[in-house]
């Protein structure tokens, strides 16, 4: 069984010999090392390189400029996928992931876990070294992503991690949308979702003594972006279906008056042709931005996108008669045949006119 511990580095010069140095002391078989630099100016990489001639299981990947954690973990996973790794880690280069728990984390993930999280806010985890305010920061991220996403998980933030590959592997990791330290709320959010299994595992975990923590303003914004993003994404594709709805109404509505009032067309004729003009927009807006359909079927579509108003504009005449008819206001129904002619006009197009062969995974 092959595993790899990822390490993404930046300015890690006075850390990174020492690490290497403590994870290859632990003697772990068929363990290799893979370091992910974000050209360094303090020349981390260099010294990788070097070191490369003493640990035969050490791997470099120099990459351009700094351009993040999140993304610097999806190359590794998708390098050691490639190749074949069975345990996947994620580890800071810092020394707040002592080398010493690597053991542990490997031994969850053997024995069943999906993901094994070395947890700071299990019974025997400790965080050392933190001021007030970043152990403010830290549980309140944690309780909002438990509030919000819903998550089990008690250390949603925590970096230091190991994967089972063929976990990693029922995901699409180029759809990740985060790539600075909300990365790790958005994995465990996509793992809780997959029914995937997680083990907390009790680390202690100690404030970096060396080098300049990479936690800033922008890192702390994206956090909150990529929560309220997790939350409210299931419901994208309705709010565009609803917001493209509206922009069809205003065409109908528009052309209608516009051919009556300025071109003297018959009433029934106008109509017909406002109808026309709002449901080619409807259907243009839906497959190119609603539902992203890059099928060349348009015909095919466009002649279902259609049957599926008529039957909508079918459904609402007839419910319009019959809630009418046992006495409710006609405004009130018509707000009730709203819900139910958009719900059928929604999961039709969905399922039907616009359907993709999904992944089995959950993927948000």
């Excluded at 947890?119 to 909002?144: D, E, M, T």
């Excluded at 922008?218 to 993003?229: R, T, Y």
Aim: proline share 2%; hydrophobic share 45%; charged share 20%.
């Amino acid at each position: 069984m092959k595993t790899l511990i990822i390490i993404p580095t930046y300015n890690e010069k006075q850390n990174i010999k020492k690490l290497l140095k403590e994870i290859n002391q632990l003697k772990l078989k068929n363990l290799d090392i893979l370091i992910i630099d974000d050209n360094s100016p303090d020349k981390t990489a260099e010294i990788v390189a070097k070191l490369q001639q003493k640990y035969q299981n050490l791997f470099l990947i120099k990459r351009s400029g700094k351009l993040g954690l999140g993304s610097a973990y999806i190359t590794g996973f998708n390098w050691a996928i490639k190749r074949d790794y069975d345990y996947i880690f994620e580890m800071d280069a810092d020394f707040s992931h002592a080398p010493k728990d690597i053991p542990r984390l490997l031994n969850a993930a053997q024995s069943g876990a999906d993901l094994a999280i070395g947890s700071r806010r299990v019974k025997g985890g400790k965080i050392i070294g933190w001021n007030w305010q970043r152990h403010l920061s830290s549980f309140g991220a944690n309780k909002l992503a438990k509030i919000l996403l819903g998550l089990k998980t008690r250390d949603a933030t925590a970096g230091f991690r190991c994967f089972r590959a063929q976990a990693l592997k029922k995901l699409d990791l180029n759809k990740i949308k985060s790539n600075g330290y909300a990365f790790q709320e958005e994995m465990v959010y996509l793992f809780e979702k997959n029914n995937f299994k997680i083990k907390e595992v009790p680390v202690t975990f100690k404030d970096r003594a060396q080098g300049k923590s990479k936690l800033g303003k922008k890192q702390i914004l994206e956090f909150f972006q990529v929560i309220f993003m997790l939350k409210f994404f299931k419901y994208k594709k309705i709010i565009k279906f609803c917001v493209v709805g509206i922009s069809g109404a205003i065409i109908d509505f528009t052309a209608l008056i516009c051919l009556v009032e300025l071109f003297s067309v018959p009433i029934l004729i106008a109509n017909g042709f406002a109808f026309s003009l709002a449901v080619i927009n409807n259907f243009i807006w839906n497959k190119t931005w609603t539902f992203r359909n890059t099928e060349k079927k348009y015909l095919k579509q466009f002649s279902q996108f259609v049957i599926i108003a008529l039957i909508g504009l079918s459904l609402n005449i007839l419910l319009m008669h019959l809630f009418v008819s046992i006495g409710l206001h006609y405004t009130l129904a018509k707000i009730i045949i709203v819900f139910i002619v958009g719900a059928w006009n929604f999961l039709t197009n969905k399922y039907w006119t616009f359907k993709l062969n999904n992944n089995k995974s959950v993927q948000f």
